[in-house]
Structures are given as C-alpha cells and as structure tokens.
C-alpha cells in the first residue's frame, strides 16, 4: 500500500458511506415491488387513490383474485408447461452435450457448427412458421403445441441447441481419466453417460433447468399466439387477460401481480448462487 | 476393420445425439426453410387455414418491395431504433453498478458505526411517524425499517444483499412486472407522478402520451437492465482483473479516473463487447413483450416495434407471408452484426 492520503476518512467510518450509497440505490430498486404489495392491499374504493399505504388493508383482495380469475389455472399451466419443456430440454441436451464433449465420430465437428449457427438466427424468423406447423397438425390451443417448439427452438428463450452448447461447455471440463477408467472396467458409453458424466455436470444441469424454467415461466409471445381458452392460459398470459378484463381493478390486478412475483423472488433466493455462476459459465465463452 | 469401427462409433455418437437432432431439425430447421419460403409466396391466413385451402402464389420479392414501401415499416423500424438508444444507458448502469459492488466486497466496512447509522435512521423515522402521523408517518417508518435492515445486513454480509437487490427487477422482469409499471405510470393513480407533483414538476401523461411513451419504456426497462446479467459479467470480469495493474498505477500516482480509462475500461473490453452485441440483436427483436401489456403499441404507433408489426401482421391481419419478409428482413441485420462480431472477436484474438 501507498502512504495514507489524508484525505482518507478515519478508519472507523471507512466505506460507511459507500454502503449508505448502496442501500439507497438498493431502495430504488425494490421500491416498485413495496408498491405492487401495498397497493394490492387497498380497498376498491382507495384503488385509484394515489397514496403509498392503504388506510385498512384488505388481505381479503388475494382471495378475490381466485374468484375473478381462473388464477390457480394459470399457475398451474405455467408449471406445468415450464416443467415440461425444462425436463425435455435439459435431457435431451445431455444427451447430445455427451456426444459432442465424449464422443469420437465422423462429422461431428459439422453438425456442433451448425448447433452454433442456430443460436445466432433471430427467433422471429422462426416464429411464423412454427405456428403455421401448429396449426397444420391441430396442435395450436393444445400444450403439446406449446411445450415441443418451446424445447427446440428459440422462441424468446433459451432452447436445446443453446443448451447443448453449454452442457458440452461444462462436459469439458471433467477430467478424461474418469472416462478412460470406467472403460477399462468394461463399462458401456450409456453407462459412463449415466453413472460417471451426468452426476459431475450436475451444476451444469442445474444452471441450464433455472435458465430455462424462468424463461419459460415468463414467456409471453408464443403462448399468447398458441393459446385461444381462457382456462388454458399461462400466467403471462392470463394476467394480460385480467388487465385487459379487469384493469381498473388495481388492488385486485396488483394482489395477481404480487402473487405472480413472489414465487419468482423465492426461487432466486433458494438458487441464487448457482444461478450467478451459470451466467458467467454461458455467457463468457459465447 | 477400421470402415467399421468408424461406423460404430458414428452410430453411437449419433445415437446420443438423436433426441435433440430430430427435434432441432423439426422445429428450428423445417420453420426457417419454411418460413424463407414463405416469405415468397401470398401466405394469407384468411385464404390458407384448416377450412380454406386456395393455391398459393409464388410472389418473387413483392412482400419486400411493398415492406420498403410501407410507411409503416419505416415508422416502427425508427422506433425500434429509438428504444436501443436506452441500450448505452443499461450497459453504463450495469457498470457502474457492477464497480460499487466490487469497491464495498473490497473494502472492509466497520460494522459498529454502520449499525449505529443504521439504528439511528430506523428511531428517526420512528420518531417521524409520531410527530407527522399516518399516513405520511408511516411510509417514512416503512422505509426506514427497510433502509435500515438493508444496511444491516449490507455491511454484514459485505455487500452481498446489494447485488441480490439490484438483481431483483431483472429477474422478475415479464408481464408482471409490466403490468406493476403501467400502473406506476398511471398520472391520476401512480406513484411516480405523485411524486413529480410533490416536487414541483408538471408531470407528463407517461405512456397515454405520444412523446413521452418511448422514454416511459425505456425508463422501466433501464430499472430491469441496471441489475441484469450483465452486471454479473461485469462483476466476474472485474474479479479477473489483475491486481498488479492497480498496483503499478498506484505506484505512478495514477488518479482514480485515470485508473479507469486506462485498467478497467481497456481490460473489461471483450465483455463489453459481448454484452453490446447481444444487446443489439436482443433490442432489434425486442419491444413487443413490454408494449403489448403497457400501451397496446399506442398512442398512435408510437411504441410499436418491428416485433410488435410482426405479431399484428401475422397474426392480427393473418398476412403471414408479409410478416415473414420482416423476420427476414431482421434476419438480415442480425447476421451482419454476427459476421461484425465474429470479425472483431478475431482480431481481439490475435492481439
């Protein structure tokens, strides 16, 4: 360390100031969401009332949603659909991770270029056509319809190539020697996929689920051209429909809102970390 | 021998490989030869659906030639255009807060007087409360409870809390959180010109206002943006930095400013890099999923983007083959940016 400049503070209250700084900032961003809770407590009369905090609270408005809306529906489909396409995605894009990170064969090289060059094509280019397929096999209004093109193409999130990409990323990484010995003990390719490669990617298939479970949870230009029945509806959405139906509804529109957050906010807690690293893990390499 | 062990090991690899091969053919590879197609052809989904099955026409580059004559086209390719401006915005954010972030993990932070000053604020806006009274007391308590539980478990956590708060708005961004803006935005209901009031200003009618929806738009999604994943690139590539080249600035007497343009800056070019290119094809298919829920694309197209043409082409009007010429048009730009990016990648490379 260079000589203390005397400007510097006394060591007691050293950064003090940064984290004020901080915590200010930190306010202004969270502020939107005190507002989204406090204000889907107010009463309908006091919906339109700009003032922060409610004068009695209505806890009661979250029951009201699920009378106004198929609410509980809209969970579930998100779920549903979102579980559907992750679980396809990621297995699939294991399997295919192993043949490019472990395997030796004739044209492999090509085909993980071409896998490169379909994460570079515009979703959009996509869209129409994929839609077309839909409606040409009776899919459209159907979860099939919605969860198959969602797993294997770009339709504003990630999709099976991306993943692929960083699976065999991650793949990399795992020493050769483990491979080397499975074989010598007569192991097959399935089961060094299976019992030795699968569990030691397991962070990578946790980032890439997280990635692909949000994205689809929050995905909102394909099930809003696919699905035409109200009870069907993914939250996204369902809360566009509640908004268009009942937007002046605030308190009761913002009780869905909250209820629509919550779980996202939850879940960042629980895989913050691994969510972090996987960021760096996909992007840096990209 | 060797012919067929070649030809074993292909059917293994191909065999692992299968599941996603036949899925990325059907629903990647099919719908872009198909949609190139279409781009061609009088696709009308008035005249080609379940019911109705009229031949279609092959039209040569008709669907471009009346694009690049379509007011319409130019108006919303200008908007689009217009709301990546907010691109430099989100990417200085995400720095800026990417560099506080690591300045507070850095700096070790003497947690007594921090949570003095944190007791103090939490008893000064209790005392608030008891002179003013509610309702404006008790948003003062609400916040000071808040600011002061933050920065307690700031300082304990060394700064941690700060990047999962920052990071919030970006993960949670979607409809819901559209839907909260619209609503925060709202000039006789919202917080955000009651605020504006209180200050003295005369607030803008926000997105109900054709001046004023654009930068509404861009205001909210700077909230989204600051935090993103972007920050988090940024905060790994400023833990790479080596330390010797601080160190030898501080040795030259290198000002702070100086430090920055000439360490940071230079050594953070590569994700800079990464995190404009993505930006860029990101914002040029981008708009469509916060217009839709905020102002319908309104007042009078003003938030209407090359995505949101595309959704009320395709699948408002039906006109799917026109729709397809703007994808391709998009296409387009999106590859020249690629080859640009690869281009410079290279020569990053090399150096």
């Known amino acids: 360390m260079p000589t203390t400049d005397p400007r510097d503070p006394p060591a007691a209250t050293r950064g003090l100031g940064l984290h004020v700084l901080m915590t200010g900032l930190s306010l202004a961003m969270i502020a939107p969401f005190a507002w989204m809770v406090l204000a889907s407590l107010k009463s ?22 699920f009378r106004v809306i198929p609410f509980l529906r809209f969970v579930a489909n998100s779920f549903v659909v979102a579980g559907w396409v992750t679980f396809l995605q990621v297995f699939t894009s294991a399997l295919a991770a192993f043949s490019f990170a472990r395997l030796e064969w004739p044209g492999r090289d090509r085909i993980f270029f071409l896998y490169l060059g379909t994460m570079m094509l515009p979703w959009l280019v996509m869209l129409m056509s994929n839609y077309e397929i839909m409606v040409h096999f009776g899919l459209v209004d159907s979860y099939t319809g919605l969860v198959l093109p969602a797993v294997f193409c770009s339709l504003g999130t990630t999709f099976s190539a991306f993943g692929t990409f960083l699976l065999r990323q991650f793949m990399l990484g795992i020493p050769r020697a483990l491979d080397e010995a499975a074989e010598m003990d007569g192991a097959s390719k399935w089961r060094i996929f299976w019992d030795v490669i699968l569990p030691l990617s397991r962070p990578g298939l946790a980032t890439l689920a997280i990635f692909t479970f949000i994205g689809n949870y929050q995905s909102f230009f394909w099930p809003l051209i696919m699905m035409k029945t109200v009870d069907k509806y993914t939250l996204p959405v369902g809360l566009l429909f509640f908004d268009s139906e009942h937007g002046q509804a605030t308190h009761l529109l913002m009780a869905a809102v909250t209820m629509s957050v919550l779980p996202l906010i939850a879940l960042f807690v ?11 893990l996909g992007a840096v390499k990209g | 021998m060797s012919a067929r062990s070649s030809r074993r090991r292909w059917l293994v690899g191909m065999g692992f490989l299968l599941p996603n091969f036949i899925g990325l053919c059907a629903f990647t590879l099919v719908p872009l030869a198909l949609s190139f197609g279409m781009a061609f052809t009088d696709w009308d989904i008035l005249r080609h659906n379940v019911f109705r099955h009229e031949a279609l026409h092959f039209v040569g580059f008709e669907n471009f030639t009346r694009l690049f004559g379509d007011p319409q086209f130019w108006r919303d390719l200008g908007n689009t255009f217009f709301l990546m401006l907010g691109l430099p915005f989100g990417i200085a954010g995400s720095l800026g807060a990417a560099l506080l972030l690591t300045r507070v993990g850095r700096r070790r932070c003497a947690v007594g007087p921090a949570l003095g000053v944190a007791t103090v604020i939490f008893v000064a806006s209790g005392l608030v409360l008891l002179r003013g009274g509610m309702p404006g007391g008790g948003l003062c308590l609400l916040f000071g409870t808040f600011a002061a539980s933050v920065l307690a478990a700031g300082v304990l956590s060394n700064g941690t809390v700060y990047r ?12 819901a959180t559209f839907v909260l803006w619209k609503n925060l935005y709202n000039p006789h209901s919202g917080p955000i010109n009651l605020a504006l009031a209180r200050l003295g200003f005369d607030p803008p009618n926000w997105l109900g206002d054709y001046e004023w929806a654009k930068p509404a738009l861009m205001i909210m999604a700077l909230w989204a943006a600051i935090g993103s994943n972007n920050m988090i690139l940024y905060l790994a590539a400023l833990g790479n930095v080596s330390p010797e080249l601080y160190e030898a600035a501080d040795i030259d007497g290198a000002s702070p400013g100086q430090r920055f343009w000439n360490i940071t800056w230079p050594q953070l070019a590569p994700t800079t890099f990464f995190i404009v290119v993505t930006g860029v094809i990101a914002g040029l298919q981008g708009g469509f999923e916060m217009a839709r829920p905020m102002t319908g694309g309104g007042p009078a197209g003003s938030t209407t983007t090359l995505s949101y043409f595309i959704f009320t082409e395709g699948f408002e009007t039906g006109r799917l083959a026109y729709a397809s010429a703007v994808a391709w048009f998009l296409f387009v730009l999106v590859f020249i940016l690629s080859l640009l990016n690869f281009r410079l990648l290279k020569r990053h490379a090399d150096d």
């Open chain 1, 44 to 65: 309908l009369a006091e919906a339109g009332d700009p003032a922060w905090l409610p004068r009695t609270y209505h806890w009661s408005n979250y029951a009201d949603v």
């Open chain 1, 270 to 280: 629980i895989v913050q970390r691994q969510l972090l690293r996987g960021i760096q």
């Open chain 2, 164 to 175: 999962t708060l920052f990071y919030l708005p970006s993960f949670t961004s979607g409809v």
